[in-house]
């Protein structure tokens, strides 16, 4: 399979057989991405309320689209166009600093063999249930930037707990997100030796069970958008 960062908590995977799963799209005038124009299968939102995550209208294409949240209140599985999605509720960070905290959906799904998990939007500390939800999980897509999303200390912990083959960062500051209230991608890395760190400095990358790590290591992506 591949996968492609657009920025932000925005991913493009696409199975060996051509077929598209597309996370938690923005609002290009907001984030400070530029639209994205490759159609996709399916996208998975984390809610239908954040515009940094929900804008599922905008990806062409007439993809399925599958709210995490909605899926983890009404049983947290299906499958969908043959791929099995799961799902299990989340919160924004209780502290937030800009507004309420709203509900949101972490999920998973495996494509081509390989078990892909996305934090969604969660902004504090996982419960243990949370934790196991992840177990097994081969590629985390991983909240990188610090409040309003989880805290570092907290995201390496369960990085320590579930032990990803590779650990891939997204909703950090770069020199695209329009909002300034994140961390840069160095305080993240801090956390890893650097030998275990990797940048691809291309935006897409080609991964298959034989290719990844049996221990940690994290891969870097330059967003396409």
């Not at 530029?34 to 599922?56: G, Q």
């Not at 999920?107 to 177990?135: A, C, K, W």
Request: negative net charge.
């Amino acid at each position: 399979m591949r996968i492609k960062w657009y920025g932000h908590a925005c991913f493009r995977i696409t199975s060996e057989d051509g077929r598209s799963i597309v996370t938690d799209p923005y609002t290009p005038e907001t984030a400070g991405y530029e639209p994205i124009s490759e159609a996709a299968d399916i996208v998975i939102v984390s809610s239908d309320n954040d515009t940094y995550h929900c804008r599922a209208d905008l990806i062409p294409g007439q993809p399925v689209v599958v709210n995490a949240l909605a899926l983890a209140l009404e049983g947290g599985h299906q499958v969908v166009n043959g791929f099995p999605v799961q799902a299990i509720k989340a919160m924004e960070a209780l502290d937030h600093h800009e507004h309420d905290p709203d509900q949101n959906g972490m999920y998973r799904f495996e494509v081509d063999g390989i078990h892909v998990g996305h934090l969604g939007d969660v902004g504090n500390p996982l419960t243990d249930e949370q934790m196991r939800f992840f177990s097994g999980i081969d590629v985390l897509l991983a909240l990188a930037g610090g409040h309003p999303t989880i805290a570092l200390d907290d995201l390496y912990a369960l990085i320590e707990r579930v032990r990803p083959r590779m650990v891939i960062p997204m909703h950090f500051r770069t020199l695209r997100y329009k909002p300034r209230n994140t961390f840069w991608i160095q305080s993240f890395l801090n956390y890893f030796d650097p030998k275990d760190v990797d940048f691809a400095c291309k935006t897409e990358i080609a991964l298959s069970s034989a290719n990844l790590s049996e221990s940690t290591r994290v891969m870097v992506l330059t967003h396409a958008c």
